[in-house]
């Protein structure tokens, strides 16, 4: 198992690459004749996934484990709004974080984990 010092530096390669994601495209696309055409407000969930898969396979792999999961105890679907939310609040989530670390690792029962610690807004666990 790697130590914590090798461990740190992937942790914020993550962290980069989701904040990087979560920021880009920030200003919209503008046509003269029809104004915005695009804003990362917009951006479809599935094209998010695809993003992270190019970066970072972990992460997206982790990211949709916290979706189902969502999803799952909280009876609806995360936008792409609160995952990016979920990704740059302070240092992220700290379930997703978790989830994104043990997906890399392929750390089955740090998974089990992050994914009974999940907390519906408004509600607790369910």
Known sequence: MPSTVQKLPLTLALIAALTLI???????????ARGSLQSTNDMPLADYLGLLQQIAPAAEEGT?????????RCG????TVELRRAI????G?????????????????????????LRCPDKGPR
């Open 88 to 91: 740059t609040q302070g240092e």
């Open 64 to 72: 949709k484990a916290y979706l189902a999961t969502f999803h799952q």
């Open 93 to 117: 989530d700290p379930m997703l974080m978790g989830l994104i670390r043990a997906s890399h690792l392929k750390d089955s029962t740090a998974r089990d984990y992050w994914v009974q610690q």
């Open 22 to 32: 979560a920021h880009s495209s920030t200003r919209a696309q503008t046509s003269p």
């Open 76 to 79: 609806r679907t995360l936008s």
